[in-house]
């Protein structure tokens, strides 16, 4: 068996469409790495806005770049596909065009998949940015152990995607493994790929550092609720396409899928109640959500929502959400002074 090289090859690919104004910031995050061994990659899926000319002076600043651009709109995973099955390298980390990376990010994450050969990936705290680069909370992963087995990474992904954000260091072989997003859902692809790899037998380690930063988006014109077709439907590929297969593999009791599913179901109920969605529209998401998670709790919620209360489980849903990032944010202060102190 060939050894890994004393600084494996690592590739940053950054997939981007219409975000010319970030890209200075994440490309040169990714360039200015204090490892020695990064090539950072850039696919632009056919963006409207300055991208080809901004992409030109990065190129010219920093010979490591490689720019590529789409002759037509590939969508989210196939932009990803294509930019990750490119580089030859040992690591890829996948990096949005509007988020950055520190500068000892790919350091550290090499280190500790160096250190767990078992791990298909690698992630970290990360500080939250708003639209205009001001810091808001610190998100972390709430887990007291650096690596997770595979098993245990298929069991916690059922509550949800289990990382601070989708900025990930990739073993390049679990990607080629797995064929990569190819015809997988769309919105919750990187949800599904981490199933995917712990399917096939790899844990993941996390280093619970903050090592990036991760845009975080006021959805003024509910954009976000507006795809929560493209949402359910990509849970419910997830459910029966990935997770049903895999425990059936194990032989584990599917029930705990069933009701994680129900579970969803009546957590995004609200949503399809909003007044951005039309009659038809709206016909078309409780039939999705009846298809994710069928119950008497959620054909009672959907008769309490048809009747006018949306706003009450709307806000009922959001206070919860606010409260769980306060405890977050409150445990993430706790942790820096006790490393404060520690250090002291």
Request: proline share 4%; aromatic share 12%.
């Amino acid at each position: 068996m060939t050894s890994m090289p004393k600084f494996p090859s690592v590739a940053v690919c950054i997939p981007t469409y219409n975000q010319a104004q970030y890209l200075i910031q994440s490309v040169s995050s990714a360039c200015c790495q204090t490892y020695p061994n990064v090539e950072v990659w850039v696919s632009d899926d056919g963006s409207t806005d300055e991208t080809p000319q901004v992409m030109e002076q990065l190129c010219q600043q920093f010979p490591q770049v490689r720019y590529y651009r789409q002759p037509k709109n590939l969508g989210i995973a196939g932009n990803n596909t294509w930019l990750m099955s490119q580089p030859k390298t040992d690591f890829i980390v996948r990096l949005d065009s509007d988020d950055a990376l520190m500068p000892n990010y790919v350091e550290k994450l090499v280190s500790l998949l160096l250190k767990y050969p078992e791990a298909g990936y690698a992630h970290t705290a990360i500080q939250e940015i708003d639209e205009h680069g001001k810091n808001r909370s610190i998100g972390r992963v709430v887990r007291k152990k650096e690596f997770q087995n595979s098993d245990e990474a298929l069991m916690a992904a059922v509550s949800g995607y289990r990382v601070a954000a989708n900025i990930i260091m990739f073993r390049t072989k679990a990607l080629q493994e797995l064929r990569y997003y190819e015809n997988r859902p769309e919105y919750v692809e990187d949800y599904d790929l981490s199933v995917r790899i712990a399917d096939v037998g790899y844990g993941n380690v996390y280093a619970d550092e903050v090592l990036a930063k991760y845009r975080v988006w006021t959805d003024v014109q509910k954009t976000r609720s507006k795809r929560k077709h493209l949402q359910l439907r990509g849970y419910i590929r997830i459910f029966e396409e990935s997770f049903l297969p895999a425990f059936q593999r194990r032989g584990w009791d599917v029930k705990v899928l069933d009701k994680q599913r129900r579970k969803m179901a009546i957590i995004h109920s609200a949503y399809c109640f909003l007044p951005i969605f039309n009659q038809e529209e709206r016909a078309e998401l409780v039939a999705l959500l009846k298809q994710l998670g069928d119950s008497p709790l959620l054909r009672l919620r959907i008769v309490a929502l048809s009747l006018g209360f949306a706003p009450f489980f709307e806000w009922q849903l959001h206070t919860e959400l606010k409260l769980k990032g306060f405890v977050k944010d409150w445990l993430s202060k706790l942790k820096s002074i006790s490393l404060v102190k520690a250090v002291g």
